[in-house]
């Protein structure tokens, strides 16, 4: 199966405006609805708050994470600074866990004791809101197919714009018939999504920190594809990680027989170019072994058998 690395691709400028755009217009939201969800006693507007106060620390988060992930490779970071937009999602899902769980904690200690809410400043709030994060999520939502940390940040103003729906229908029904309970039973509803969001996205950013195996890779088709080379007898000590988040690395020990080790320089271009061209795997590591002394009993993947040398190469 063929790596598709097809994104969309922003202008880092123009991409950073939009971000930065976005920052200011949750920032000045979540003064406004923390300040309206005390006036009014509305739980669900400081629900809708924090998660818009969430929103706007992933995007300064976001936003550092762009700027840092464009410094070029140094003696302290070899691989360059691209995993730091990795960590950044990593850390914005975990945000929107916590907030998640403190959520459903608060709406339970309310739905005991329901408190009086005013409806109207609620509804008006949440209509600001809703505009808002309409605007950060078109601001993004070109930038995220691409991008995990900016798809953390489209997920989280997806999330608030239907909060903010919830919001304005709680804030209708209690002016209509003054049904208290409302109020605390929308932030459960908001947070159980927050949390379904969370935990479904946050396994991508782990999988590549664990350094796992791209998702969308065939390994055993890459295998069968090195195996099938000219030259090749067999390969070893396979790994294959996301150095970011769309560069793909390999490196592996590959057995050549007779003739391949003859000819070892046009054999390494003849596997380097097939896994350029087949799977986008641009950067590969490849250590040769003659199959006469080749490494017996050796694993397929990872870092071989415990009674084998380290560092033993041919």
């Not at 927050?194 to 890779?217: K, N, Q």
């Not at 072994?289 to 415990?306: K, R, S, Y």
């Amino acid at each position: 199966m063929p790596h598709d690395h097809s994104h969309a691709h922003i202008d880092p400028k123009s991409g950073d405006r939009r971000v930065s755009v976005a920052i200011w217009a949750n920032g000045l939201l979540t003064v406004a609805q923390i300040v309206g969800g005390i006036l009014s006693g509305s739980l669900a507007l400081i629900a809708d708050a924090l998660h818009n106060f969430s929103d706007m620390a992933s995007l300064v988060i976001a936003f550092a994470a762009r700027k840092i992930a464009r410094r070029p490779a140094d003696e302290r970071m070899t691989f360059g600074y691209g995993r730091i937009e990795i960590v950044a999602a990593l850390i914005n899902y975990t945000t929107l866990i916590l907030i998640g769980f403190y959520l459903i904690y608060e709406g339970g200690m309310r739905m005991i004791d329901p408190p009086e809410v005013q409806g109207w400043t609620v509804v008006i709030l949440g209509g600001v809101a809703l505009v808002v994060d309409t605007l950060t999520a078109l601001l993004t939502y070109s930038m995220q197919k691409g991008s995990v940390n900016i798809r953390a940040l489209f997920l989280h103003n997806l999330s608030d714009a239907l909060a903010s729906v919830a919001v304005i229908v709680g804030g209708s029904l209690i002016i209509l018939y003054d049904l208290r309970w409302v109020d605390p039973a929308i932030t459960i509803g908001i947070a159980l999504y927050i949390l379904y969001l969370a935990f479904t996205e946050i396994g991508g950013p782990i999988r590549t920190l664990m350094l796992g195996s791209p998702p969308d890779l065939d390994c055993e088709s890459v295998i069968d594809t090195m195996r099938g080379t000219e030259g090749v007898a067999d390969v070893h000590h396979v790994h294959l990680w996301q150095m970011q988040e769309h560069q793909v690395a390999l490196d592996c020990h590959v057995v050549l027989t007779g003739k391949g080790w003859e000819n070892i320089e046009s054999t390494k271009k003849r596997i380097k170019d097939t896994l350029q061209d087949r799977f986008g795997i641009a950067h590969s590591s490849l250590e040769f072994e003659h199959e006469d002394c080749a490494h017996e009993d050796a694993d397929l993947f990872g870092h071989g058998t415990a009674n084998e040398h380290v560092g033993h190469s041919h």
